[in-house]
């Protein structure tokens, strides 16, 4: 199974200006529609009150400090698991990443934001496999990475 984190950064690495911030300024919103529809994704409670709209036509599974990541794993039967979030959320599940699909998008938060990976002691070695538009106008693409190395 593929267990793939994916989010929308800013170009410092940033995904939200606060943790209770609903994520507007994503130009990936019917990307990640696409991409999630028919599969299991794994948010955090915090992302959970963020959400606009419902996460239709999708297994979700929202996650609380006392769950496992490696237990909701053995417990999905998608070809696909996507990590969508938040910053706890993608570090927790961070050993167990097979791909990032991040989006680039063209803006800097200020260093207080929420970074896309809250607290990491492990360095991930990414390879770069395809590149997806989002936006041909704002030249913004999804860069899909597979993860061959985390230690
Ligand atoms: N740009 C993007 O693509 C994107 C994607 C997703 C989310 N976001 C943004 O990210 C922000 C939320 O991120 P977040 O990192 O604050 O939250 P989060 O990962 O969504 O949720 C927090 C998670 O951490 C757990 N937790 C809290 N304190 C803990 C502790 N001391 N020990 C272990 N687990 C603990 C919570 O469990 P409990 O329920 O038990 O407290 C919950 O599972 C929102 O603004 C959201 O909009 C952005």
Not at 84 to 100: D, E, N, Q, S, V
Request: charge should be neutral; charged fraction near 20%; aromatic fraction near 10%.
């Amino acid at each position: 199974m593929d267990v793939i984190l994916t989010a929308a950064v800013t170009a410092n690495g940033m995904i939200a200006r606060h943790s209770s911030e609903t994520v507007e300024w994503s130009a990936d919103l019917p990307l990640f529609r696409k991409q999630t529809m028919g599969q299991t994704v794994v948010m955090g409670s915090a992302t959970e009150k963020t959400l606009a709209t419902e996460l239709d036509g999708r297994s979700i599974v929202v996650m609380h400090r006392e769950m496992k990541p490696k237990m909701v794993l053995s417990e999905v039967f998608t070809d696909q698991c996507f990590i969508i979030g938040g910053a706890k959320t993608y570090t927790r599940f961070a050993p167990f990443l097979t791909h990032l699909y991040l989006t680039f998008h063209p803006i800097v938060f200020q260093s207080d934001a929420v970074p896309l990976f809250s607290d990491l002691n492990k360095e991930l070695n990414l390879s770069l496999f395809k590149k997806v538009m989002v936006d041909e106008k704002r030249e913004i693409y999804q860069h899909q990475y597979k993860v061959v190395a985390c230690n």
